[in-house]
Every structure is written in structure tokens, then in C-alpha cells.
């Protein structure tokens, strides 16, 4: 099968973005549809920059760690993952699935590295996509599952870069259109050792300046294979650290996108002259995790399962985004593989008396833990009501705030008793269906929490073999309502809806769950 344009979405969900605890105001939230703004916005211009604001700091600009939020603006991919196009080839012109086992993939001709030294715009070539994805399996925490299915991966030639699977893997696409699988030149990370703080690839822009806590400026990359693409200038983002003074710099017009995340905070600037309001189903979804290897008592399932009928998810929905989201199951509502909305709040029945019945018998009455989270956004309020729900049955629970980067090295590292949080926006349901593995997504020692499960692994790991998209989703709804009923280690919450704020005068493009779309960049500015 030779695909020369695009393989459709439907037959290749998968794909992820790990945590990285990175939100910028312009990113986030659901597709209300997929499809770029078109007609009365008229002919795209060149020129003007665009200035948003990050909430968070930039911790890194690797790609293969915690830049992966960023990467898209710098770096080139063996292929495109779109909401509006399906998968489309990047460095790859076009690939052939030989069986189910072999894929080869044929090199753009004319991509080249940024002309920054010490690359000095020389041509991508297959061994840069070996060499990348090499790294990317040496990082800690990399997502193992490069390990269960790959066999080898080679570049022939310049123009071709090859892979074999151990078994068929249906998330291929999805996994090579990661921008955790950002392909990077191998004379950068001699020079400079990594990338945290140097970002050199294919891709439409060009670093201009970088710092942690204050922000990143890009410009156009004159060289960027794509003709006259991107038409804007540059990107400034600035970090912010505060909400409310995100907000005052929108009603400003200091900067020009505000992602409100709640109905009140949409409602504060509607009306600003010039500015336009839509709303949008997150695919960003809330978490508990309990970490059985820290908490012994969350190894006994009746214990999780008190800690889970405690939970009040819909008094989270109602206090901290006034009403503003939906109850998720293991997989979120946008997905295919989705369960019925009225199952999953079926699932989710609050009752404190059995939580009490349940904790005597498990002879866990005294429970106490940690519950860290970062201090961020609405953190600290979700971790207070998860510590006011199940103290209605006798649960104590120590809050512990931390510093962003301090509490995702935790996070990665298992370092923590329990802790929620809000995942970042992923491609497909893989990641989250995966998280429910022994070892977790990356199928790494630190992802185990105590809880071996290997019916819930075996469907795991029999979805990614599946190529058939109809045959996935089957299985998809079978292992989640497995996991629902297993309550936990992971529990998940709800998905919150977010509103994207905008001055009128950016034009071509449809908010989705990555700002102005992943790997999309053919928006403008018309101030005319």
C-alpha cells in the first residue's frame, strides 16, 4: 500500500504527547470542527508577529524531555499528525506499508536543517531520523514500548529511512507524528550536549531568544521547505504567571489569544472590541493517581475503590469550572472508542457509605497520604476538594504543593503517595488507554504503582497489535470498562471545556486541542 498524501485518521489513531506540564495560553481544547477558517477571512498576509502567554514556565526546549509542548515550532517529523488533513507526510514524501510487519518511508527531497551553526542548513537525511530516534529511547523515562515492538530501524540510504515491527503495531503513524519523535541533528547535541536551552531543526521557525521563566521568541524560517509558509513573522510568548494578569494584558491588546480556562473568566473579556469567544471540549483530562509502591493499602482493591466512590466528580465540575466539563471515562468523550456518556456516570455514583463499609473491611479506617500536585492553575483547588471528598469517610489527606519542575520530576520518577493533576492534550487514546499498564505508558519501572494487572495488560497490549480500527475500538470499550471496575490505580476525573479568546484579526486557522492546530502553521494576521 503506497500512500503518497495522507492516510486517514480513522485507520491510525495513536500517538501521544507526554507529560510535560507545559501549557501555553494559546494551546489547548477540543476541534468544534477540524477545519481551518476559510472564505470571508479572505487571502492570507505575510508578515506581523503573534503574542501570546504562558502560564507556566518553558522548563526545556528538548524535544525528547520536557520541550515536547514547544517542539512542533522548530523541529521536522517523519509525518504530520492533523486534525484537518488525517496523517500527512513531513520529512516523509510518501511510505508503503509493506506488510504488517515493514514500512519504508521515502525522504522529501530539498528538507534541510536550519542554517545555524553548527548544522549550517545541511540536508535531513535518514540516518538523522535513526539517529533521533536512538536518542529519544536514551532519555529516562522514554516510552518503552519502542522496546516491545521494535525490531530494527535503518537507514538504507539518504532518501530512506526503514522499520521493522517485532508484531503489528496499529499506532505507527501515530508514534512517528509524535512530537516527542522530533528529528534532530546529531552535530547539535555534540556541541552543546542538549537542547534544553538550543532548538535547531526543519521545522517553521527559528529560536531568537529563550529563557526559562520569561518566555521564547521564534521568526520564520526563510528555508522551511514549505513555500511562504509560515506567513507570520514571528511568535513571541511571554510567561505570566498569573492568570489574571494573562487576562488584563488580552483586555490590553498586549497580547492576542487568551485561553480562558472556565465560563467566568470567557465572560470577563466578551466584550472587548474585536474579540471573538468559542468554546471547546478539552482533550485535557483530569487524573487521581494512587501509588500503591509508596501506600501499601492502595494495593488492596477495596481500598481504591472506597477512595473512588468517595469522589464527587461532578462537585468538581460545578465548583471549579462552573459546569464548564464532562465526565471521562479511561478514555476521553472526543474518542471513537469512547464509552456511552450514561455508563460512564453510572460508574461514577457517589456513595460514602459503601466507601465506609469497604475501607472497615480492608481493616483501613485510619488511611492517610500525600496528595502532591503542582502549583499551578486550579491545582490547589482540586487537591482541597478531593481532601474534603474523602474525608467524609474518615480519609486524611496531607496536601503537598510543589514547584512545576520539582513535582514533574516526581511525577516521572513514581516519587509521590498520590497526586492529580490535568494531562496535557494527546494525539489519540492510546496514551491514555497505556497508562493503565502495570508499568504505565512508558512501560518504564517507575510507572509501576504497586497493581499487577495482567488481564487489564494483556488487552492493552493485544489493542496496540490491532490494525483493524473498528476491531480496536471494540477492545478499547472492553479494557476500559475493565479498568473502571478495577478502580485504579488511575482514576480518572473529567474532561473541562476551555474558551479560546481572540482578537478577530488572526485568521485561518480553528482552535483545537494544540492552539492555532499541531503542526499546522498557515495562519495569519490581517490588521488591515
Not at 345 to 355: C, I, K, L, P, S
Request: charged share 25%; glycine share 10%.
Amino acid at each position: 500500500m503506497l500512500n503518497r498524501a495522507k492516510l486517514s485518521r480513522r485507520e491510525f489513531l495513536g500517538g501521544s504527547l507526554a507529560a510535560a506540564g507545559l501549557a501555553l495560553a494559546g494551546c489547548g481544547g477540543r476541534e468544534t470542527g477540524g477545519t481551518p477558517r476559510t472564505g470571508p477571512e479572505g487571502e492570507p498576509k505575510s508578515g506581523g508577529t503573534i503574542r501570546l502567554a504562558s502560564l507556566a514556565s518553558i522548563l526545556s526546549l528538548d524535544p525528547h524531555t520536557e520541550g515536547v509542548a514547544v517542539a512542533a515550532n522548530f523541529y521536522g517529523y517523519v509525518v504530520h499528525v492533523t486534525d484537518w488533513e488525517g496523517n500527512v507526510g513531513d520529512l516523509a514524501e510518501s511510505w508503503e506499508v509493506v506488510d504488517e510487519l515493514n514500512w519504508i518511508f521515502s525522504l522529501r527531497p530539498g528538507v534541510r536543517f536550519q542554517d545555524i551553526p553548527p548544522v549550517g542548513g545541511r540536508p535531513v537525511v535518514g540516518e538523522d531520523i535513526v539517529y533521533s530516534i536512538d536518542r529519544l529511547r536514551s532519555v529516562p523515562a522514554a516510552f518503552a514500548t519502542w522496546d516491545e515492538w521494535t525490531d530494527k530501524y535503518e537507514a538504507p540510504d539518504d532518501k530512506t529511512f526503514t522499520i521493522r515491527t517485532t508484531k503489528p503495531y496499529g499506532y505507527m503513524l501515530m508514534t512517528l507524528g509524535s512530537p516527542l519523535t522530533a528529528v534532530v541533528p546529531r552535530e547539535a547535541i555534540e556541541q552543546f550536549g542538549d537542547l534544553k536551552s538550543h532548538a535547531i531543526g526543519s521545522g517553521p521557525y527559528m529560536l531568537k531568544t529563550y529563557g526559562r521563566d520569561e518566555g521564547f521568541d521564534v521568526v520564520r524560517n526563510p528555508t522551511y521547505y514549505r513555500p511562504g509558509i509560515p506567513y507570520v513573522d514571528g511568535i513571541n510568548t511571554k510567561v505570566i504567571p498569573d492568570d489574571s494578569s494573562i487576562q488584563a494584558a488580552f483586555r490590553a491588546g498586549a497580547i492576542d489569544v487568551y485561553n480562558a480556562d472556565n465560563k467566568l473568566k470567557a465572560d470577563a473579556v466578551r466584550g472587548v472590541g474585536g474579540v471573538s469567544v468559542q468554546s471547546y471540549l478539552s482533550r485535557t483530562y483530569s487524573v487521581l493517581i494512587l501509588n500503591g509502591a509508596k501506600v501499601p493499602a492502595f494495593q488492596d482493591k477495596r481500598v481504591r475503590e472506597a477512595v473512588d466512590l468517595c469522589l464527587d466528580r461532578k462537585a468538581m465540575i460545578d465548583k471549579l469550572h462552573f459546569g464548564g466539563a464532562e465526565l471521562a471515562g479511561p478514555v476521553g468523550p472526543l474518542w471513537d472508542s469512547s464509552l456511552p456518556a450514561d455508563e460512564v456516570e453510572t460508574a461514577y455514583q457517589r456513595d460514602v457509605g459503601t466507601a465506609k463499609q469497604l475501607l472497615s473491611a480492608a481493616v483501613a479506617e485510619d488511611l492517610r497520604f500525600d496528595l502532591s500536585f503542582a502549583a499551578l492553575g486550579n491545582g490547589a483547588d482540586r487537591a482541597s476538594i478531593i481532601k474534603e471528598n474523602l474525608a467524609d469517610a474518615g480519609i486524611t489527606v496531607d496536601l503537598k504543593p510543589g514547584e512545576l519542575g520539582v513535582w514533574l520530576s516526581d511525577l516521572l520518577g513514581g516519587n509521590f503517595e498520590a497526586t492529580a493533576f490535568s494531562h496535557l492534550p494527546y494525539l489519540s487514546d492510546d496514551i491514555q488507554l497505556q497508562s493503565h499498564h502495570t508499568y504505565g505508558w512508558a512501560r518504564a519501572p517507575a510507572g509501576f504503582l504497586g497493581v499487577e494487572d495482567k488481564e487489564v495488560d494483556g488487552l492493552l497490549e493485544k489493542i496496540q497489535e490491532t490494525i483493524d480500527n473498528d476491531e480496536r475500538i471494540k477492545l478499547a470499550q472492553d479494557v476500559q470498562r475493565l479498568i473502571l471496575k478495577r478502580h485504579g490505580p488511575t482514576l480518572v476525573l473529567y474532561e473541562p471545556y476551555g474558551y479560546w479568546c481572540a482578537y478577530d484579526y488572526l485568521k485561518g486557522y480553528t482552535p483545537t486541542a494544540y492552539g492555532f492546530g499541531l503542526y499546522k502553521y498557515d495562519y495569519w494576521i490581517d490588521k488591515a
